[in-house]
């Protein structure tokens, strides 16, 4: 009947309408154009005859007889109640299982690797994010282990007789880009590498009145971008630039030190992100955890 | 109490039965809720049974419901108890349902069991129920086939009767959205029974 009636324009015709139509579910706007599909279309007619016949035989359908089916009596027993009526937690296990909260996965992994993106980007605290992100404190500092006093023993200031001193620094400087300082101690500053450490064989006479111009707060970075490369990087390379007078900074080498300024992110953001990636890890955790708590029990 | 007041105010004998059974089993008593159960169960199944076609896992769905409505008594708020058992049914239902579409699995297997007919008086014409018979078996394969929203909405409009508003909350979708699964799973059922179709036609 419908079948054979259908005309090639039915192909365009919206057979939803019809369907609403069927359902005598219709907007007012809608109801001329779908009856004027009826109308002139004998498909839509057939089919609208063949939704309002199959609605109603479905309408029809015999109860299922579940005793014909039905291989189990689902009463409880007092087992099934003691474990029902226990703690809540319980409860909130199985919630956690619950197919409903399968999306919390995907979230968790979401959250985690915005909150470590955020984390890296930001740089704090990461000694591996290099010397461009590192926050102005250290970076204020210099270079590498300049932690080591003078009468140490280690190799450091004073120590280096060698001529290497000024590159080593440079070379430490820029192949770690540590976060150190020798600044963390003004207390007890250093003598003036410039003082004791002879200029390296090798440095341009400009490189090396750099360091000796430096202040004790001056980036170690400076020196590595001047300095030409040739010390191999030792440790206890210091840089020995504390006790040098502040006055003997140019105007123009403060502007670096402000940048870092800005650039330190605020312990309130890193914070976020850590949260956000401590939620991520609870979130991604949290169904097989309920789940093997639940299988022990 | 105050919480027998509204079970007096009840005229229907099987909501008034089940809201003293809801209280007793609130109350510990756990032969009241199987009272409950014993009621209730095989109307569940079969609602079940026709949302997931297949015995064990309708057996699961109905065991799970039951659990949940005995951890939940105390969140009854009155009313009809059927409907709020249909409800934690049909959630739970879905919650198979889902669990389904991520773990992708056979299709739901044929109805073995066909030894069940559709009651018939005295004065019947045999070949009625044969009609009726077959009729009933490619509308149910029908069903089985399409998708598990549109057949939820199916059974719970056509079959067990619920309005768009009821189905709307019961599945925590749009008045829109279980109009729109109706109507394309009904046009679903027509392209699948499109063979069959002489059996449905008066």
């Keep these: ?297 | 109490m105050e919480d027998q007041r509204p079970i007096a105010g009840l005229d229907d004998p099987t909501q008034r039965r089940d809201a003293i059974l809801v209280e007793r089993a609130r109350g510990g008593d756990l032969a009241a809720f199987n009272d409950l159960v014993a009621c209730y169960q095989d109307q569940l199944y079969g609602l079940v049974y026709r949302m997931v076609p297949d015995p064990d896992q309708a057996s699961d769905v109905v065991q799970e419901a039951f659990f949940s409505a005995y951890r939940n008594l105390a969140g009854f708020r009155g009313g009809s108890v059927k409907s709020w058992l249909n409800r934690i049914a049909v959630n739970a239902a879905m919650d198979l349902q889902r669990a389904r579409r991520r773990r992708p699995v056979q299709p739901y297997p044929e109805l073995e069991d066909e030894s069940w007919q559709p009651p018939a008086g005295p004065d019947v014409d045999p070949e009625d129920i044969a009609l009726d018979t077959e009729r009933t078996r490619v509308l149910e394969d029908a069903l089985r086939q399409i998708g598990d929203d549109q057949r939820t909405a199916i059974v719970l409009f056509d079959v067990e009767g619920y309005d768009y508003a009821e189905i709307a909350t019961m599945t925590g979708v749009s008045l829109g959205t279980v109009k729109s699964r109706l109507h394309r799973g009904r046009l679903a059922l027509r392209a699948l029974l499109d063979a069959h179709m002489e059996l449905f036609r008066g």
């Design chain 1, 1 to 297: 009947m419908s079948v054979s009636g259908r005309t090639p324009q039915h192909a365009d015709h919206d057979t939803f309408l019809v369907a609403q139509l069927a359902a005598d579910d219709l907007r007012p706007s809608e109801r001329p154009v779908a009856l004027a599909l009826a109308a002139d279309c004998d498909a839509c007619a057939g089919l609208l005859a063949d939704l309002r016949a199959i609605a109603s035989a479905t309408s029809d359908l015999p109860p299922i007889p579940a005793t014909a089916t039905r291989t189990r009596d689902f009463r409880l027993t007092e087992a099934d109640a003691a474990r029902l009526r226990r703690g809540s937690w319980r409860r909130w296990l199985r919630f956690a299982q619950s197919p409903r909260l399968s999306f919390t996965q995907s979230l968790g992994v979401g959250l985690a690797t915005i909150g470590l993106a955020g984390l890296l980007i930001s740089g704090t605290g990461l000694p591996f994010t290099g010397s461009a992100s590192m926050p102005a404190p250290e970076a204020a500092a210099g270079g590498p282990a300049v932690h080591a006093a003078p009468g140490d023993g280690s190799p450091g200031v004073g120590a280096s007789d060698s001529g290497e001193f000024t590159t080593r620094v440079a070379a430490d400087a820029s192949a770690t880009a540590e976060p150190a300082t020798g600044a963390s101690s003004p207390a007890a500053p250093m003598p003036s590498v410039a003082a004791q450490a002879p200029v390296a064989p090798g440095a341009s006479p400009e490189s090396n009145a750099m360091v000796e111009s430096l202040p004790p707060d001056e980036d170690a970075t400076k020196i590595a971008d001047s300095a030409p490369a040739g010390g191999e990087g030792g440790e206890g390379g210091e840089g020995g630039t504390e006790g040098l007078p502040a006055d003997s900074v140019p105007a123009g080498d403060t502007q670096p030190q402000a940048a870092a300024n800005v650039d330190a992110p605020s312990p309130w953001a890193n914070a976020g992100w850590l949260a956000l990636i401590v939620a991520g890890l609870f979130l991604l955790f949290l169904r097989p955890f309920a789940g093997r708590i639940a299988s022990r029990r």
